[in-house]
């Protein structure tokens, strides 16, 4: 025997070891779902205003940190001053300059890191737990002393402006920006990617001059997640974040318009090989009695990989690698979006097909057997998703801004436990019909206007 048959022989196929001479394997039971742990952990606001959610997960002598502040903006430039901001933030105080922030971050192990979006500015970073201290105090540290040299506000400003262009030719970016400005128009949630030549104007003044408006303790959020004892945390706090306070309190985005359904835009991109159809609906937030169900009744129709949509346009016709439906919170608002890539030539014949697994969905609602593999598949995801400091850090920040806390999290599988079937159905009726939802296809408008015209969608700009 050569050593290409030894090596076949020495392995079996997938259809080989899921079956045996009786027949196929059968599958093990599904375990009972475990009581949420009883994790301890104090939810309090400083004197400053700001909200703390400190929480003992000690699996790891690590610690977890998410700051979530508030930094909405209605003026043309707000965009492109805070991504600036965010870029620079980092890069030097009063007391220390880039590589002293970079190295005490870096010998407790940590790291620290800015980010900004239309809603919010935020903070990530870890460090071992006896860092926790050092960690707090450079956070405070940027946070009312961050000088935004003129120098290094240049430096980012031209990186951006670089990343931004490469940004801007991504057909997921596209996508997205013209899936916003269908939705909500010239409402500041649009503004995700800002301009380059806005951010070419931005000067190192007004960056710091939206610091000083902007960067508030009262309504931010802070979550810290560890091996730490949560009854000291706020005492610490008010020690190394003293210094940030102000009587106003931080922007929040103005609350976004209710969706309506029925206006799905084709929005041309001469020349693309590839088409992303983008829909989206109305849905209700974490808080809503029905929530729980419509969540099990989306993870049916397409939240994971044994989902309808993803069987019907991805396993059985093959016209995507992969389709998706998802939620998206913004303040109080949540909306459900339902995304797929595509090649031109099937891009209609998918959208046909998303729409009749819309349709089937309240007509042909979950079977029990669907309803328990999607009830199993959430509780199980919940699971696996805050087993880490970082992934509870992660959900702990994402309920927070909502005025949520772990309370909601620990009771969130019982919630899941009581949806019944009948409630799926109701859920999938009221939420997924086609008709509730709008969105655009984007793609090459002459090779695919005429065949999605047919299917309703426009390619008018005044339907907007």
Known sequence: MTSAEQVKAAHRSAEEIGRTVAGPRPLPALGHQRAAADLSHVDTTLSNGLRVLAVRKASVPMVELRLWIPFAGEDRMHAATAEVLAETVLTGTARRDRVEIDAEVALIGGDLNAGVDPERLYFGGTALSDGLPTLLDVLGDVLT???????????????????????????????????????????????????????????????????????????????????????????????????????????????????????????????????????????????????????????????????????????????????????????????????????????????????????????????????????????????????????????????ASNGLGIEWLQSHPERLAAVTADQVAEAAAEFFAPGRFTGVVVGDADLLAPKLAALGVSTSETDR
């Open 145 to 399: 002393g961050a000088t935004y040299g003129d120098a290094e506000v240049a430096r980012e400003r031209e990186r951006l402006i670089e990343r931004i262009a490469v940004s801007r030719t991504q057909p997921r970016t596209i996508a997205r920006e013209a899936l916003q400005k269908h939705r909500y128009g010239d409402h500041p949630a649009t503004r995700e990617v800002p301009q380059a030549e806005d951010v070419a104007e931005v000067t190192a003044e007004q960056v710091r001059a939206l610091h000083t408006a902007s960067v508030l303790p009262r309504g931010a959020v802070l979550v810290l997640v560890g091996d730490l004892d949560p009854q000291e945390v706020p005492a610490e706090l008010e020690r190394a974040l003293g210094g940030w306070k102000s009587d106003r309190s931080a922007v929040v985005l103005p609350p976004l318009p209710a969706l309506t359904g029925g206006n799905v835009l084709l929005v041309p991109r001469a020349g693309a090989v590839q088409s992303q159809i983008r829909l989206s609906a109305q849905t209700v937030p974490r808080v809503d009695p029905r929530y729980p169900a419509l969540q099990l009744a989306n993870l049916a129709f397409g939240g994971y990989f044994s989902s309808r949509l993803v069987e019907n346009i991805r396993e059985d016709k093959g016209y995507t690698y992969g389709a998706h439906s998802g939620f998206e919170f913004t303040g109080d608002t949540a909306v459900v979006n339902v995304d797929a890539d595509t090649a031109n030539e099937v891009t209609a014949a998918a959208y046909l097909e998303t729409r009749y697994e819309l349709f089937r969905l309240g007509t042909v609602p979950p079977t029990a057997e669907e309803v328990e593999s999607v009830r199993q598949y959430a509780m199980g995801s919940l699971v696996t998703g805050t087993s880490s400091q970082g992934g509870l850090a992660g959900q702990l920040m994402a309920l």
